[in-house]
């Protein structure tokens, strides 16, 4: 079933008296459970791509359908919260929370709080491999487990959606090989659809489909 797609997506800046144009037309679509590898060149426009996808940027042509609705004159904080869970490349932990206590903070930000956050909290830092940790303030933690953070408070609510950028830049090849494993398994136990802009060849290996953006368009 698709969960996510766009419909002839264009993207202009303007720049002095110019209009640049980052994206053209682009039609794409994700099905729940779905892994798909977002690949290109640098200034292509996959980040502009992924913003767009995950309510950060509107288009300035086209349409975004996420669990069937357009997102179009709606509310984009308010579907971010329910429908998305985004990893940053640069992890973006706050440095005076504990491991659990990044991920609740995220939750409360949805709207759950209390006991309810904690359990949940508490729940996705066990599946990412972190129990023994979840109380590590950030700069305790090596590059690998902030990532895992990082992807614990993106799964933390069950969004059915997850974006990622770059989710490996940043880590060891042994380590982002463990992570994309660890995507996998998730997305898949989960069903969630799961999304990476990437220039890691690696993502191929857990990838069920590698779509590729050059110049503003799917190629």
Do not use: W
């Amino acid at each position: 079933m698709t969960i996510l797609h766009t419909r002839g997506v264009e993207k202009h800046f303007t720049e002095g008296r110019e209009t640049v144009t980052v994206l053209k037309g682009i039609d794409f679509s994700v099905e729940r459970g779905e892994i798909v590898s977002l690949e290109g060149p640098s200034g292509s426009g996959k980040t502009t791509f992924l913003s767009i996808l995950g309510c950060i940027l509107t288009p300035s042509k086209g349409d975004v359908v996420i669990e069937g609705t357009s997102v179009s004159g709606r509310q984009l904080a308010e579907i971010r919260k329910r429908s998305l869970g985004f990893v940053f490349q640069q992890f973006n932990l706050f440095p005076s929370l504990s491991a659990v206590e990044n991920v609740e903070y995220a939750l409360n930000v949805k709207g759950v709080r209390g006991r309810e956050a904690r359990v949940e909290a508490e729940r996705v830092i066990e599946a990412v491999g972190l129990g023994d940790r979840q109380n590590f303030l950030p700069r305790d933690l090596s590059g690998g487990q902030k990532q895992r953070v990082a992807i614990a408070r993106a799964l933390a609510g069950k969004a059915p959606i997850l974006l990622a950028d770059e989710p490996t830049a940043n880590l060891d090849s042994q380590v982002g090989t463990q992570v994309l494993e660890m995507f996998r398994a998730l997305a898949k136990q989960e069903n969630r659809a799961l999304v990476i802009v990437t220039h890691d060849p690696k993502v191929r290996t857990i990838a069920d489909r590698v779509t590729r953006i050059q110049d503003g368009a799917l190629v």
